[in-house]
């Protein structure tokens, strides 16, 4: 069985549910390939054993970097470069550097951290997601198993998936296409086949 | 798991599901532009229009169109400047302090007071380049800009610089910060689009989101250290604004108490304008479920506490001259109160010190006609307050030969009309056009605030939660 092609969906409408099954098909020895939630579900990331989030540090580091550039500049431009005179002031007049180097640490750490997680995520106006289920941007909750990483037989999978209450349970195909979806092939083949299948009616 | 308050009234009523968020909150997005919308923004674009072209004519032939005098030489353009950033502080309070102190009720507002925030900050920054006089000279002045007279740096020593710096990180925290929040929203009506251009459009603003359990956690702590870092932010920006004066050597400027005065009038006129524009919102879109009376008390609660902060700052001031015993700041204070701009002043004092406390009364702030009327009441007497701190500070001055009377002209009233104009284009288009009450937030908080849901609500296969954290059985609300 080939990695990343072939799936096993089930779907959920509740999280404490989800997370109930999670535990339990954890628990069962199956290797989750991810669950997809409309909303942040709190104690999922430790139900699914995942490390802590590592963005304070670097918010931490990007704003160290803001508050260095801010006093070097500062004190390079004032003190060094062209020093002046102003209001009977020493040349490197440090509380003055205060709310400059404080906004400039805000604004490091804050573009820093976001430019991490966006790019550590992937995230970028012209990424193709590779969707499970449309509705788990609106209502329900989607646990993906990858056939290829679990040593049981897929109907085991289904019929546990079934034991701890998923509302639907199917099998997901993508195909090379859809995995490494490229945008422009996206785009023309939004424009020549339209929205498809894949979209939902609006109720 | 949460705690269940059984006292606290649910925070989005009406029973609704998930799919009833998605549905409420998307439709507005993909519905097509009616009357009544055409209709506000073909008003807000005339105020645009008009307000532009005397905009235009002041910025050609110079700030000598405005009614300023060689003794008032900051008069509304530094009045609207600071009202505008004041106003854009409600967003960030809501969505940054109000997350770090855990109130879950921000939730169904905070898109909007974040959109009203950056909105309000462009408005602000129009004036302080509007004053240069030759804006397009601006960069060298404000920015730290090497340039041809060997290098001549910014002074950073001076507040006005520190404005800048303060400003635009603001403004370009809070859109970040508003925009991680917009990302999975944006998600959700990509995956609901039926028209290839909204699937386009709305997948290239989503940055292709999916929702993964992975993506959420580490949303989740960016978002918690945004906040974190938004809330010094916030406090710091209007306490810089506040320097510009308070480090001044003006009577009626020089006063240490100006920074945490300040950030109380930005975070009190914020919330007003907060509900001008949420209350015109809820009623058009039908929002009341998510938008509760709950939520309405909330922000006139915050209202009633920031408006008695000011309105004790307004006496300690008085109070403060008085006992300095220094005779150009009393004279600054009682000329404030008596003197020819008495109007201003005591206009300030009804609108910011009264009308507030009238929140004191359960029927009045829960109460929308009440609430919308005192939001309006609020902007004016803030509105006035810088008025009255910046002109009666500036019109009688040491010597009494060049006191002056500064009058507006039109290009003062225009102009200001210009900024409405912006503002207004610019939260129509974002209520039209992005989700206007944040859809994932809302579904976090539902389950432990909706009546429906609680009392269907599963604690079977609840056995992640430790036993002592379950929620057994819930009852009622």
């Avoid at chain 1, 009977?88 to 404080?102: L, Q, R």
């Avoid at chain 2, 509900?275 to 919102?281: A, D, Q, V």
């Avoid at chain 2, 015993?325 to 008596?338: I, P, S």
């Avoid at chain 2, 503002?423 to 009450?437: E, Q």
């Amino acid at each position: 069985m080939e990695k990343d092609k072939n799936f096993i969906v089930g779907v959920f409408g509740d999280h404490d549910i989800l997370l109930g099954a999670v535990k339990k098909v954890r628990e069962e020895g199956i290797k989750i390939y991810e669950v997809f939630n409309p909303y942040p579900v709190h104690h999922l990331e430790d139900a699914l054993g995942y490390k802590r989030s590592k963005m304070p540090v670097a918010a931490f580091f990007f704003g160290l970097t803001g508050t260095t550039c801010a006093i070097l500049m500062q004190v390079l431009m004032m003190g060094v470069d062209w020093p002046m005179i102003i209001g009977g002031k020493s040349f490197i007049a440090v509380p003055d550097f205060v709310p400059v180097t404080f906004e400039m640490t805000v604004l490091f750490a804050a573009f820093g951290m976001v430019g991490t997680f966006l790019f550590t995520r992937d995230l970028k106006p012209y990424k193709i997601p590779r969707v499970f289920d449309r509705r788990s941007t609106d209502d329900k909750h989607i646990m993906a198993i990858d056939i290829a990483d679990n040593k049981k037989s897929p109907e085991e999978i289904k019929s546990l998936l079934q034991e701890v209450k998923a509302e639907e349970v199917y099998d997901k195909e993508f195909t090379n296409e859809e995995n490494s979806g490229s945008f422009i092939n996206y785009v023309i083949d939004l424009f020549t086949n339209g929205v498809t299948s894949s979209s939902r009616q609006l109720n | 798991m949460q705690i269940v308050s059984q006292v606290r009234e649910p925070l989005i009523t009406g029973g609704k599901t998930y799919k009833d968020i998605t549905n409420d909150i998307s439709r507005h997005v993909e519905a097509a532009p009616n009357k009544r919308w055409l209709a506000a923004v073909a008003v807000s674009l005339t105020l645009l229009v008009a307000g532009g072209y005397f905009m235009a004519d002041m910025l050609w032939n110079g700030i000598g169109r405005w009614g300023l005098n060689k003794t008032v030489g900051w008069a509304w353009d530094i009045t609207n400047f600071v009202w505008w950033v004041g106003i854009g502080h409600a967003g960030t309070l809501i969505s940054a302090i109000l997350l770090l102190f855990r109130q879950k009720w921000r939730t169904s507002i905070n898109r909007a007071a974040e959109a009203m925030t950056i909105f309000a900050v462009i408005c602000a920054a129009i004036w302080p380049i509007a004053h240069m006089g030759r804006p397009w000279l601006g960069a060298y002045w404000a920015l730290p800009l090497p340039n041809t007279f060997g290098s001549l740096w910014v002074n950073f020593n001076s507040p006005l610089l520190w404005d800048v710096f303060a400003i635009s990180t603001y403004f370009s925290v809070s859109l970040v910060f508003w925009y991680i929040g917009l990302i999975p929203d944006f998600a959700t009506i990509r995956d609901r689009a039926t028209s290839k251009i909204g699937r386009l459009a709305y997948g290239m603003l989503s940055f292709g989101f999916d929702g993964s359990a992975k993506t959420w956690m580490h949303y989740e702590s960016v978002s918690l250290i945004l906040a974190g870092l938004s809330t010094p932010l916030v406090l710091s920006v209007h306490t810089i604004v506040s320097f510009d004066f308070a480090t001044s050597v003006i009577p009626g400027w020089h006063t240490t108490i100006f920074p945490p005065y300040f950030v109380a009038g930005a975070i009190f006129s914020g919330f007003a304008m907060v509900l001008t524009l949420m209350l015109i919102t809820r009623h058009v879109y039908k929002l009341q479920d998510y938008i509760t009376m709950e939520h309405i008390e909330m922000m006139n609660i915050i209202i009633l506490v920031t408006g008695s902060i000011v309105g004790i700052a307004y006496i300690t001031e008085f109070f403060i001259a008085w006992y300095s015993g220094v005779q150009y700041e009393q004279f600054a204070f009682v000329n404030r109160m008596t003197g020819p701009y008495w109007w201003a002043y005591w206009s300030m004092m009804t609108c910011n010190v009264v009308s507030p406390q009238l929140f004191y009364i359960k029927k009045i702030r829960t109460n929308i006609a009440w609430t919308f009327f005192l939001s309006i009441v609020v902007n004016i007497g803030m509105w006035f307050e810088r008025f009255v701190i910046i002109v009666t500070s500036l019109h009688r001055d040491y010597l009494p030969s060049s006191w002056a009377y500064f009058t507006p002209t039109i290009y003062d009233i225009m102009c200001y009309v210009f900024t409405f104009g912006v503002f207004f284009t610019f939260f129509f288009l974002f209520a039209k056009f992005f989700p206007v009450i944040n859809m994932a937030e809302v579904k976090a908080v539902l389950k432990d605030s909706d009546t429906k849901v609680y009392k269907g609500r599963v604690t079977i296969s609840d056995d992640y939660v430790p036993e002592e954290d379950r929620v057994k059985e819930v009852e009622s609300v």
